[in-house]
């Protein structure tokens, strides 16, 4: 498969390291490197759904349905997830929930909770930068009330120098028992928000195989087409 990123947050692309003009981005695919990339798989109430980005629970998950009925001007969209997610976590009640991570079960009160298969969701926000593309396990990211004050401030820096205040563990079949809060399935929510709720997470058997071209250096870009402008 080969990926253009026509997006908001494009972040499977951005977790590949895709960038760069389109036209750049498919001429460097007949040389490109082959990376493994892992498909996740959610079994529920409403049947087996495939995967890409995360499972998510919690001030996430509200932050981008409230997102969803608002009218957003191109370009905004980033900047307007990252500030929505900032404000729904600095007043979010904690969820009560079971988790099983590969048999290893605990209950507890958080704020978030996100089975990612990539480094980042949601508006662009590297909620598991070092997380490994294809190695066959999730990135389980969680954030606790203790650790809400971290995250608001991490979310509202224009820069973050550190890695998310974030609790962080990795899995391969991981389970989730909760009552009153949506989930959200990369971009769908097919939960409701008004009854218990059980889901198994695991991986799809077979991974698919992603084109990753080598990015294009901008500052030769830009001369290769200043030549041109001035030979034409």
């Excluded at 892992?38 to 997102?67: C, H, K, N, Q, Y």
């Excluded at 929505?84 to 079971?98: C, H, M, N, Q």
């Excluded at 004050?149 to 028992?177: E, F, H």
């Excluded at 008004?194 to 992603?210: H, K, S």
């Amino acid at each position: 498969m080969a990926i253009l990123p026509l997006g908001t947050a494009n972040n499977i692309a951005r977790s590949l390291g895709i960038s760069g003009r389109l036209k750049d981005i498919v001429a460097g695919l007949r040389t490109a490197r082959q990376q493994r990339f892992d498909i996740g798989l959610a079994s529920g109430p409403w049947g087996r759904r495939l995967f890409v980005e995360a499972v998510g629970l919690g001030s996430l998950t509200d932050a981008m349905v409230r997102i969803d009925s608002v009218k957003i001007e191109r370009g905004d969209g980033v900047r307007l997830g990252r500030d929505t997610f900032r404000k729904v976590l600095s007043e979010a009640k904690p969820i009560r929930l079971g988790m099983s991570v590969d048999g290893r079960t605990l209950e507890q009160e958080l704020l978030v909770v996100e089975i990612l298969n990539i480094p980042y969701a949601g508006p662009g926000i590297a909620l598991a930068p070092q997380s490994g593309l294809g190695d066959g396990l999730f990135d389980i990211v969680c954030i606790g009330p203790d650790q809400r004050a971290d995250m608001v401030a991490w979310l509202g820096a224009a820069r973050p120098n550190a890695p998310p205040p974030v609790t962080l563990q990795q899995g391969r079949k991981i389970s989730l028992t909760w009552e009153g809060s949506p989930l959200r399935l990369d971009d769908d929510c097919p939960s409701a928000s008004n009854r218990a709720d059980r889901i198994a997470v695991e991986l799809e058997r077979e991974a698919v195989t992603i084109l990753v071209p080598e990015p294009v250096d901008d500052k030769k870009s830009k001369r290769g087409r200043s030549k041109r402008s001035e030979a034409a």
